[in-house]
């Protein structure tokens, strides 16, 4: 995924966590206590989503 795409898949990130959109990692919030990070490789795509068990909870296991 592009950030563009990351963008329209996660909403926009919170500009006070994230003051740079070229930053290496996004960080988004799922709630106050969830945080899911998205970091970027040199291509610009994202190379991996880590996520609170929670998140993880909340996004895989219904």
Known sequence: MTREQVAMAAGDPNTSE???????????????NNEFQVPFGADGGVTDVARSVIVKRATFEK
């Open 18 to 32: 994230n003051p740079r959109l070229d930053a290496p990692t996004w960080r988004h919030w799922r709630s106050m």
